[in-house]
């Protein structure tokens, strides 16, 4: 098994049923890969990685099969990684414009009804006690590699770092943003829809069950 260190990043391959990590505080390991079904750890060694990492975030884009990873805690990493499995590859994406990457602890989730990637950014200004941050809504478009700031009409709360968890319920066609705030200590649920979904992408209805 790997060694124990946390803030990881993970994200799941629907396609080859594994879970990619990368990254950790304080570990040199790299890219792995865990198999459920076999209940077992694989060290892929690509020939290229991305610098190890505290945080950060990785989502899988279904369309273009690839694990795109973005962001750190604590460094100023300004990349956008892709991984593909079955090459075993990283690619550096280099789009043309990114959202800030200095300490931005991003927390990353795809959107499988608009193929875009979705990304809450920390930016922080000031720093100690006297540290101030705000949060900002990006999409990233593998496809195209592009990234867009998406400027809603409200963002999230300002919070600081590990206080995010991001997920997309597509049943639902929205995002899912669990947010706690320092100053008042506050545990925040919000949603962002990107869109109206395309007629030949339209959710599944919810159907009730009798519990």
């Known amino acids: 098994t790997p060694k124990l260190a946390p803030y990881r990043c993970a994200s799941w391959d629907s396609d080859e049923q594994v879970v ?3 990254g950790g505080e304080g570990s040199s390991e790299g890219t792995l890969i865990y198999d459920p079904a076999r209940n077992e750890w694989r060290w ?10 505290s945080e950060g ?6 369309a273009r099969k690839l694990h795109v990873l973005f962001g750190s805690q604590f460094d100023n990493d300004q990349h956008t990684w892709t991984y593909d499995v079955r090459r075993n590859e990283w690619r550096d994406m ?22 875009v ?8 200004t000031g720093s100690d006690d006297s540290a101030k941050h705000e949060l900002q809504t990006w999409t990233y478009d593998a496809g195209a590699n592009r990234w867009q700031r998406m400027n809603p009409t409200s963002e999230p709360e300002s919070s600081s770092n590990r206080a995010r968890n991001l997920v997309f319920a597509p049943e639902l066609n929205l995002a899912i943003l669990e947010n706690c705030t320092s100053k008042p200590r506050e545990q925040q649920v919000w949603t962002y829809r990107f869109g109206e979904a395309p007629a030949d992408r339209k959710p599944k209805p919810i159907r009730s069950r009798r519990v």
């Open 94 to 115: 280099k789009p043309e414009v990114q959202p800030p990457t200095d300490k931005n602890d991003a927390v990353l989730t795809y959107d499988p009804i608009h193929r």
């Open 117 to 124: 990637v979705l990304a809450i950014i920390k930016i922080t």
């Open 20 to 22: 990619v990590v990368f």
């Open 57 to 62: 975030n990785m989502a899988y884009d279904e």
């Open 44 to 53: 892929p060694k690509p020939a290229n990685e991305p610098p190890g990492r």
